[in-house]
């Protein structure tokens, strides 16, 4: 299983970080150990000072397939679901700033988090899925799949040319702006069509 990841996927998300908005999709990858396990505990990781939580939209690859074509892609993802991208800021800066890869503040164990996912029915209108987070009760990030910058069959597609895609991989489609810091004791909860999937408390 792979965990493939787009950063900067929303306009107003990669001004805040101060990025160029990409004229391809940004991709990375965690690995399976970074898969964390609904329920168990998530606790704030000892290498940072700056654990940053990032909401996404993630979908569930259900057919193998490579260099897919963006017209057969919807073909390829079944489900869907919001998942947590946990970001360490401060390294990822540091790395940035040395042209270094990303790894250690993006791949770390329990850094991807996602709810179960919801099966995409015949008629599902992918562009315009509405998701949205809350931190301590409060609503700090809204994202919308029609603000996407790339499209769920566009990264399909761009995604396949590169790597084969298997089924049971996920796709993190990127943050809508509003990603901010997590301190221990933060309660975490990500809605997907006003429904809750995923609640963390940071221990
Ligand atoms: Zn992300």
Not at 64 to 77: D, P, T
Request: include cysteine; hydrophobic fraction near 35%; proline fraction near 4%.
């Amino acid at each position: 299983m792979k965990i493939i990841c787009i950063g900067r996927n929303y306009i107003d998300h990669a001004k805040e970080l101060g990025n160029e908005i990409p004229t391809e999709p940004v991709i990375f990858m965690k690995p399976k150990s970074a898969l964390y396990q609904a329920h168990a505990p998530f606790y704030y990781p000892e290498f940072t000072n700056e654990l940053h939580y990032e909401c996404e939209l993630v979908l569930r690859i259900c057919k193998n397939g490579k260099y897919i074509q963006e017209r057969h892609a919807s073909n390829y993802y079944n489900g869907i679901t919001v998942g947590i991208d946990f970001t360490a800021r401060d390294i990822q800066n540091e790395l940035k700033k040395q042209g270094l890869p990303w790894e250690k503040a993006k791949a770390f164990d329990n850094s991807a988090a996602f709810g179960k996912f919801v099966d995409i029915a015949p008629g599902f209108n992918k562009k315009n899925v509405q998701f949205h987070f809350v931190k301590n009760r409060e609503t700090v990030q809204k994202g919308n799949s029609g603000d996407m910058i790339f499209s769920f069959d566009r990264l399909v597609s761009n995604i396949s040319q590169y790597f084969s895609l298997n089924i049971g991989d996920v796709i993190f489609t990127g943050t809508p702006a509003g990603v901010g810091e997590c301190s221990v004791g933060d309660e975490l909860e990500a809605f997907l069509e006003g429904n809750s999937m995923l609640k963390i408390e940071v221990k």
